[in-house]
T-cell receptor, first 113, second 115 residues
Framework: AQSVTQPDIHITVSEGASLELRCNYSYGATPYLFWYVQSPGQGLQLLLKYFSGDTLVQGIKGFEAEFKRSQSSFNLRKPSVHWSDAAEYFCAVETGNNRKLIWGLGTSLAVNP | DAGVIQSPRHEVTEMGQEVTLRCKPISGHNSLFWYRQTMMRGLELLIYFNNNVPIDDSGMPEDRFSAKMPNASFSTLKIQPSEPRDSAVYFC?????????????FGPGTRLTVL
């Protein structure tokens, strides 16, 4: 069965530090992969998505993610974190036929000043 | 564009009462999704419509939950009767089926509390 794992429930980084949020998936075919961000009290917003081509994907707000098929991973990165990046981050994989998204449980990011 | 609109933003009700959540998708989008988010279970897809037709309702927890999409610009999620375990944030999302990799756009959610 398809699944998405985000191993880190909560991460704290200092402002200006680099960030990497991990995402591993289990899916038999070529995946469509997504990262969404949820700010407190808000809905989810797409950061970036991968469906083919270059395995390094650029997104909004300075985020990028790299698809590694051999590791079944799609980790999210940012070189320098801002206080406004504090939020919940969700990785998701689209299963294809009926376009359902399978979601990870999320990683909560806190940013220290 | 106004984005996905959900109402109400907050709902507090007593156990046994009927609750109706509303969603207006982005104009021109033909797919609509209802999600439930809780701390324990994360984000769960309840039901998915395409062109107003329910495609997959396997996530609907039980018969107390029902969803309708009478036209392309409106959908409802109804819980009758409501129970305390239904307390959660309910999100509606819409997307365009122009390609299989299109983005789902989320509304701000309805926070439901059942006492």
């Amino acid at each position: 069965a398809q699944s998405v794992t985000q191993p880190d429930i909560h991460i704290t980084v200092s402002e200006g530090a680099s960030l990497e949020l991990r995402c591993n998936y289990s899916y038999g075919a070529t995946p469509y992969l997504f990262w969404y961000v949820q700010s407190p009290g808000q809905g989810l917003q797409l950061l970036l998505k991968y469906f083919s081509g270059d395995t390094l994907v650029q997104g909004i707000k300075g985020f990028e993610a790299e698809f590694k098929r051999s590791q079944s991973s799609f980790n999210l990165r940012k070189p320098s974190v801002h206080w406004s990046d504090a939020a919940e981050y969700f990785c998701a994989v689209e299963t294809g036929n009926n376009r359902k998204l399978i979601w990870g449980l999320g990683t909560s990011l806190a940013v220290n000043p | 564009d106004a984005g996905v609109i959900q109402s109400p933003r907050h709902e507090v009700t007593e156990m046994g009462q009927e609750v109706t959540l509303r969603c207006k998708p982005i104009s021109g989008h033909n797919s609509l999704f209802w999600y439930r988010q809780t701390m324990m279970r994360g984000l769960e897809l309840l039901i998915y419509f395409n062109n107003n037709v329910p495609i997959d309702d396997s996530g609907m927890p039980e018969d107390r939950f029902s969803a309708k999409m009478p036209n392309a610009s409106f959908s409802t999620l109804k819980i009758q009767p409501s129970e305390p375990r239904d307390s959660a944030v309910y999100f509606c999302a819409s997307s365009s089926r122009a390609s299989s990799t299109d983005t789902q756009y989320f509304g701000p959610g309805t926070r439901l509390t059942v006492l």
